[in-house]
């Protein structure tokens, strides 16, 4: 297995043959065996035992275990011991989900502290099985049936390759010690029937059954590159990204045969999952929302606009004087300029500095606004306007408006001056005012 390790590693994942790896030990036959092959290596590495104190004094036995061995080999070793019961009852979480994120954050903070580049760790292709079985129990699309990947960002699985009697065949052989977690024995867990009930079923039916199910893997990655394909394909012709938000345009999307799908996969990444909810949105009138913890879809007309709530679109905003720009949300430009050709525009508006009166003050619309939009005969609400403008809800709650100090509104910014302070052949004095989107 060490030969096979060896060129599995060098292949997979070549870039940290020659970097800073962090080993999660636990002291179980997976791990442990993990630690000896890199030992046997001679890779640049470090260990770290996660001390969860979930089982008195086995826990500390399986601390032990680790930390022992790392000091007879001169294997530098982080050990931490968490309060894990008292992180569930404060948070309501899983003890697993508690575990996991205490874990993985303790981590990476050890990688920044002490320069590691990847954390390995000791899942196997058992593992991957395992999680295959599960995710399809419950409902799920190809990126849940492809189970674990091999590489997560810093994170490696360099075992996945591996199977559970390969890895205690090798721990056998070459009298490697690990400590068994009585817990893994139970069924009351789903992974644990999976590996105790249902997976020593399929072995009997199929002797290859692992290497079938591996060649299985292959196929569905392979099929998950060209949907991701498709997807990469659906987004550049549909969907258009903004700092601000996200539009999806459904007359286009009606081009592609499984429209639904495409959207789901977009949508998934804002944490919308709801098939159901997501065709409701998508055949709804102009107007209807859909919510989640953190973003709103909002159906305007033949466009889906995705949009994260935020708290930094209300606001008053003075300016005292024409330099007075720099703690705004967004960069306005105001300049002293001579006789030229005006060419007022959405993002550029000259004004009569004669009728400025400071601080000129930039705030959010408020009911009842109304001003005299520039090249038109009369007064018009700044509602009325937006409607006219056919502005989504999203673009309605997003314009700024720029007030003089007497409350008379100068410009709706990004959009329409005001009449009342264009420029005449008479002004001595004028203001450029330009947006910077």
Same mark, same amino acid.
């Given at each position: 297995?060490?030969?096979?390790?060896?060129?599995?590693?060098?292949?997979?994942?070549?870039?940290?043959?020659?970097?800073?790896?962090?080993?999660?030990?636990?002291?179980?036959?997976?791990?442990?065996?993990?630690?000896?092959?890199?030992?046997?290596?001679?890779?640049?590495?470090?260990?770290?035992?996660?001390?969860?104190?979930?089982?008195?004094?086995?826990?500390?036995?399986?601390?032990? &275990? /680790?930390?022992?061995?790392? @000091? +007879?080999? !001169? =294997?530098?070793?982080?050990?931490?011991?968490?309060? %894990?019961?008292?992180?569930?009852?404060?948070?309501?979480?899983?003890?697993?989900?508690?575990?996991?994120?205490?874990?993985?954050?303790?981590?990476?903070?050890?990688?920044?502290?002490?320069?590691?580049?990847?954390?390995?760790?000791?899942?196997?292709?058992?593992?991957?099985?395992?999680?295959?079985?599960?995710?399809?129990?419950?409902?799920?699309?190809?990126?849940?049936?492809?189970?674990?990947?091999?590489?997560?960002?810093?994170?490696?699985?360099?075992?996945?390759?591996?199977?559970?009697?390969?890895?205690?065949?090798?721990?056998?052989?070459?009298?490697?010690?690990?400590?068994?977690?009585?817990?893994?024995?139970?069924?009351?867990?789903?992974?644990?029937?999976?590996?105790? &009930? /249902?997976?020593?079923?399929? @072995? +009997?039916? !199929? =002797?290859?059954?692992?290497?079938?199910?591996?060649? %299985?893997?292959?196929?569905?990655?392979?099929?998950?590159?060209?949907?991701?394909?498709?997807?990469?394909?659906?987004?550049?012709?549909?969907?258009?990204?903004?700092?601000?938000?996200?539009?999806?345009?459904?007359?286009?999307?009606?081009?592609?045969?499984?429209?639904?799908?495409?959207?789901?996969?977009?949508?998934?990444?804002?944490?919308?999952?709801?098939?159901?909810?997501?065709?409701?949105?998508?055949?709804?009138?102009?107007?209807?929302?859909?919510?989640?913890?953190?973003?709103?879809?909002?159906?305007?007309?033949?466009?889906?606009?995705?949009?994260?709530?935020?708290?930094?679109?209300?606001?008053?905003?003075?300016?005292?004087?024409?330099?007075?720009?720099?703690?705004?949300?967004?960069?306005?430009?105001?300049? +002293?300029?001579?006789?030229?050709?005006?060419?007022?525009?959405?993002? %550029?508006?000259?004004?009569?500095?004669?009728?400025?009166?400071?601080?000129?003050?930039?705030?959010?619309?408020?009911?009842?606004?109304?001003?005299?939009?520039?090249?038109?005969?009369?007064?018009?609400?700044?509602?009325?306007?937006?409607?006219?403008?056919?502005?989504?809800?999203?673009?309605?709650?997003?314009?700024?408006?720029?007030?003089?100090?007497?409350?008379?509104?100068?410009?709706?910014?990004?959009?329409?001056?005001?009449?009342?302070?264009?420029?005449?052949?008479?002004?001595?004095?004028?203001?450029?005012?330009?947006?910077?989107?």
């Amino acid at each position: 297995m060490l030969n096979q390790f060896k060129q599995h590693i060098v292949q997979k994942f070549p870039e940290s043959v020659n970097g800073k790896t962090l080993l999660a030990v636990s002291g179980g036959v997976d791990s442990m065996v993990l630690l000896h092959l890199y030992l046997a290596l001679q890779l640049d590495f470090a260990v770290a035992h996660c001390n969860f104190q979930l089982r008195g004094t086995e826990s500390d036995l399986d601390e032990k &275990l /680790v930390a022992d061995f790392c @000091k +007879e080999n !001169n =294997i530098p070793c982080f050990v931490e011991r968490f309060d %894990t019961m008292q992180i569930v009852e404060s948070s309501k979480v899983s003890i697993q989900i508690a575990a996991r994120e205490l874990r993985y954050n303790w981590f990476k903070q050890i990688c920044i502290n002490y320069g590691y580049q990847f954390i390995a760790t000791a899942h196997h292709l058992d593992d991957q099985a395992e999680t295959f079985l599960i995710n399809f129990t419950r409902g799920t699309g190809i990126d849940g049936l492809v189970g674990i990947p091999e590489k997560n960002e810093s994170i490696i699985r360099p075992l996945l390759n591996f199977s559970r009697e390969e890895i205690l065949n090798y721990a056998t052989e070459n009298r490697v010690e690990w400590r068994e977690d009585q817990s893994n024995a139970t069924t009351k867990y789903l992974r644990n029937k999976m590996r105790h &009930l /249902v997976l020593p079923v399929l @072995k +009997e039916e !199929n =002797i290859d059954f692992l290497k079938s199910f591996k060649n %299985t893997l292959n196929n569905l990655k392979q099929t998950q590159i060209l949907a991701n394909d498709a997807i990469v394909f659906f987004e550049k012709e549909c969907v258009t990204k903004t700092v601000n938000q996200t539009e999806i345009d459904l007359e286009k999307a009606e081009s592609f045969p499984n429209k639904i799908y495409y959207l789901v996969q977009v949508l998934m990444k804002y944490g919308f999952d709801s098939i159901k909810e997501i065709e409701k949105i998508y055949v709804a009138e102009s107007g209807k929302v859909l919510k989640n913890d953190k973003f709103t879809i909002l159906k305007n007309r033949e466009k889906l606009i995705i949009f994260k709530e935020n708290e930094s679109n209300s606001g008053l905003f003075y300016i005292n004087d024409k330099n007075d720009v720099l703690n705004l949300p967004f960069f306005i430009k105001i300049t +002293e300029v001579g006789c030229e050709q005006f060419n007022t525009n959405k993002s %550029t508006i000259f004004v009569n500095s004669e009728f400025l009166k400071w601080p000129l003050i930039l705030r959010r619309k408020k009911t009842g606004d109304f001003f005299y939009p520039f090249g038109m005969s009369g007064i018009k609400k700044v509602s009325k306007f937006f409607k006219d403008e056919k502005l989504s809800k999203i673009q309605k709650e997003n314009m700024w408006i720029l007030e003089n100090g007497d409350g008379k509104i100068i410009w709706v910014v990004g959009l329409r001056a005001d009449d009342r302070f264009k420029i005449t052949s008479n002004n001595q004095e004028i203001y450029k005012i330009t947006l910077n989107q």
